[in-house]
Nanobody
Framework: QVQLVESGGGLVQAGGSLRLSCAASGRAFSPYAMGWFRQAPGEEREFVAAITWSAGSTYYTDSVKGRFTISRDMAKSTGYLQMNGLKPEDTAVYYC?????????????????WGQGTQVTVSS
């Protein structure tokens, strides 16, 4: 079984930065991809970014392109989401997830493992 634990959330002013981490533990961690999703109050969970674990290919939703950067450290079994230029509309609970599926990288239903989430609040 794989456990994912997020950290790094918090309160930041608009224009500020945060770096989220997602540490994996349990059996040997070698997913096809790690993704970040977010869910704001009253909204559905939405895709933010993903990275293929071996090749390092990255994918972003349009609203974060140029501001967010996803990365991973394979030796540490840890993924990261660097968030710069934060906006109030980025406020949400952020979840990391891992998938063994080679398709549906932007779709939450294809992810096998999920973290508990970390709150990101951006004040205006």
């Amino acid at each position: 079984q794989v456990q994912l634990v997020e950290s790094g959330g918090g309160l930041v002013q608009a224009g500020g930065s945060l770096r989220l981490s997602c540490a994996a533990s349990g059996r040997a961690f070698s997913p096809y991809a790690m993704g970040w999703f977010r869910q704001a109050p009253g909204e559905e969970r939405e895709f933010v970014a993903a990275i293929t674990w071996s090749a390092g290919s990255t994918y972003y939703t349009d609203s974060v392109k140029g501001r967010f950067t996803i990365s991973r450290d394979m030796a540490k079994s840890t993924g990261y989401l660097q968030m710069n230029g934060l906006k109030p509309e980025d406020t949400a609970v952020y979840y990391c997830a891992a998938t063994s599926n080679i398709f549906g990288i932007r779709l939450s239903l294809y992810y096998n493992y999920w973290g508990q989430g970390t709150q990101v609040t951006v004040s205006s």
